[in-house]
């Protein structure tokens, strides 16, 4: 299972996490995000093998391009109400994860259309504010994905909910942790990491 840890800001912080070797770090260039990594943002050093993440909502292809060459971003991922048609034209040009808000009336096999420009899927817990709400849906909805797109889980994912995530058997290609491993905005705990990483590790999925 792949560990995406996302939502940092700081570059001291940012080097630290990179330490721990997750597989991607995610950086939010949404300006209405309390995440938002601002405009003066330089990306510090990150040791090969791990892959930065641009999150956009809603933006110009445009103003992703112009992030993905300053900060040399490898996928980006699409949290707004981007259509097919975006990601298609999006995808073209940088692999792309596409977000779905997610709640108990889901349909799951509805995002088939997206399935042709999407590297991989991104299932959160449905928010009207960005940045998430913090807190677990209901994965059981996900038992009914029929689709082939790999796809990382979201929404107040941490040590516990981790763990209940594996007990349900759901085939997850990663988790995406932010808000519940923080101290603040922006700035991870690293012994949370820490320890989700090595869960992971330890699990052997």
Known sequence: MKLKICGLKYSDNIRQVAQLDPDYLGFIFHRGS?????????MPEIPVGIKRCGVFADTSVEQILIAVEKHKLDL???HGNESPGFCKEVSALIPVIKAFGADDNFNVNAITPYEPYCSYFLFDNYSDVYGGAAKPFNWNVLLNYKGNIPFFVGGGMDLPAYRKLLDLGIKVYGI???NKIEIKPGYKDIIKVIRIKNNISSSGI
């Not at 309390?34 to 330089?42: A, L, N, S, T």
């Open 34 to 42: 309390k995440r938002f990594v601002g405009d003066d943002f330089v």
């Open 76 to 78: 980006v991922q699409l």
């Open 176 to 178: 995406d942790v932010s």
